[in-house]
């Protein structure tokens, strides 16, 4: 069974809560991520999102160089310990409507999982199970998968 502990990443970008939005939101250009974690003396205070930006400082007039992170992230933080099935990650990401999950051990943040590389997991586990499945037709039809140049090995 695979749990979140092989899928996450473990390249985690954090900002800590004293920083402004506007670095946050740089270190998260820099990085190419979606969120930061918030973290304080190695424990999760919260996350901030692009979300979080557009709908708590730029939509409400706030200034970015101004606002503290802590001000406009999210504190209370859903969570899931390292060891947990994907299958519990992939409803709560869907239950939670959220896009960005840390991943933690003994609740010290160790990775993190964003939808988007838990939607790549699925597809690359459906394209394995269909691979899969038209080789076990080609061996039942008579046809070596492998040959694909048309002939055979032993003529």
Known sequence: MAVIGSLMKTKMVTVTPTATVEEAA???????VGAVLVVEEGALRGILSERD???RVIAESLS??????SEVATNEVVTVEENVHVRDCAAILRDRSIRHLPVTRD??????????????YVVEGLERIIDRAR???????GYDPY?????????
């Not at 609740?107 to 790549?120: N, W």
């Not at 080789?135 to 039809?141: I, P, R």
């Not at 694909?148 to 090995?153: A, E, K, N, Q």
Request: cysteine-free; hydrophobic content about 30%.
């Open 107 to 120: 609740s010290r943040p160790v990775g993190i999982l964003s939808s988007r590389d838990f939607q790549a």
């Open 135 to 141: 080789y076990e037709e080609a061996l039942d039809k």
């Open 53 to 55: 930006v557009v709908s």
């Open 26 to 32: 740089q270190s998260m250009a820099q990085n190419e």
């Open 64 to 69: 970015p160089k101004e606002t503290k992170v």
């Open 147 to 155: 040959d694909h140049l048309g002939g055979s090995y032993g003529r």
